[in-house]
C-alpha cells in the first residue's frame, strides 16, 4: 500500500472514532424515574406545579432556587438550581432541564423556558392605563 492510503485510512478512524464518541456522550432525553435510575445528566421536560412555591431568597443565597415541576409523564419532583432565578420564570408553558436526580431532587444544572409568544393566533393584549389586561 502506499503512504497516502495508509494515512487516508487513519483519518477516516479517527474521524469515525470522534463522531461516536460525540453521539454516546450526548445526554437523552427522559422523565424523573429514568434520572432515578441513572447517574448520567438527563434532558427532562415538563411544566411548573403553580400550586406549590418557588423557593428563591435572593439575600439568603443569591444562588439557591428550588421549585416544584411535573414531567410529561406527569411525576412531580422537587428541582434544585444552583443560580439565580430565571426572569419571568412563572409564565413559561414549558420548562427543560438538564441534570441528574440527587436522593429525591433533581439537581439541575441547565435551565431552558419556552415562554408565552406575545402573537398568539386570534389573540391581541390590551393594557390600558391601569395596566389593567384585556384579551380581545
Known amino acids: 500500500m502506499k503512504k497516502s492510503s495508509i494515512i487516508g485510512i487513519i483519518i477516516i478512524a479517527i474521524a469515525i472514532g470522534v463522531i461516536i464518541s460525540t453521539y454516546a456522550d450526548s445526554s437523552t432525553y427522559g422523565t424523573f424515574a429514568d434520572a432515578q435510575k441513572t ?7 415538563g411544566k411548573l406545579d403553580k400550586g406549590k412555591e418557588l423557593i428563591y431568597n435572593p439575600k439568603q443565597d443569591a444562588n439557591y432556587f428550588a421549585f416544584y415541576m ?5 411525576k412531580n419532583c422537587k428541582v434544585v438550581f444552583n443560580g439565580t432565578k ?3 420564570f412563572e ?17 439541575a444544572s441547565k435551565i431552558l423556558m419556552k415562554c408565552p409568544s406575545k402573537y398568539n393566533k386570534n389573540e391581541v ?8 389586561e384585556v384579551k380581545i
Open 125 to 132: 393584549e390590551v393594557r390600558g392605563a391601569d395596566a389593567s
Open 39 to 45: 447517574e448520567d445528566e438527563l434532558h427532562v421536560v
Open 70 to 74: 411535573h414531567d410529561n409523564k406527569g
Open 86 to 88: 430565571p426572569q419571568d
Open 91 to 107: 409564565r413559561s408553558e414549558q420548562i427543560v432541564l438538564t441534570g441528574r436526580m440527587v436522593g429525591e431532587e433533581f439537581h
